[in-house]
């Protein structure tokens, strides 16, 4: 079972993403509602991958990514960033990052473009 950490500052977002990554995928969603429980939840929770949105208030996702890859222990955890902001190809691929799943999404969708992106297979 795959372990998804959710960093994002809407509690609705988080509600939905929860319930379509624990009950269709099957995979343990954790939640953190700002960047530094993000933080405090990647290094505790070793997740095997984070969705971090990137417009939260105080410290922002591209905040936490650099906190995120700075740290020996959350360094390689692979992250998509989630996020209702149009992002560049240039700019992603300049990002250490694994890709973009962009908001509003399909609820159909997430699951795949996450395997998609990170290559789980069912």
């Given amino acids: 079972?795959?372990?998804i950490l959710i960093i994002d500052?809407?509690?609705?977002i988080c509600l939905i993403t929860k319930i379509i990554l624990k009950d269709i995928a099957g995979?343990?969603?954790v939640i953190a509602a700002s960047g530094e429980e993000g933080l405090a939840s990647a290094q505790g929770e070793q997740p095997d991958a984070i969705l971090l949105d990137v417009e939260m208030p105080g410290m922002d996702g591209m905040m936490v990514l650099k906190q995120l890859r700075v740290n020996p222990e959350t360094q390689f955890i692979p992250v998509i960033l989630f996020t209702s902001k149009k992002i560049g190809a240039e700019a992603v691929a300049q990002l250490p990052i694994t890709g973009v799943i962009s908001k509003p999404f399909d609820t159909n969708e997430l699951i795949n473009q996450i395997r998609l992106l990170l290559n789980w297979h069912e």
Avoid: S, T
């Fill in 27 to 29: 995979w343990e969603p």
């Fill in 9 to 12: 500052d809407n509690p609705n």
């Fill in 1 to 3: 079972m795959y372990k």
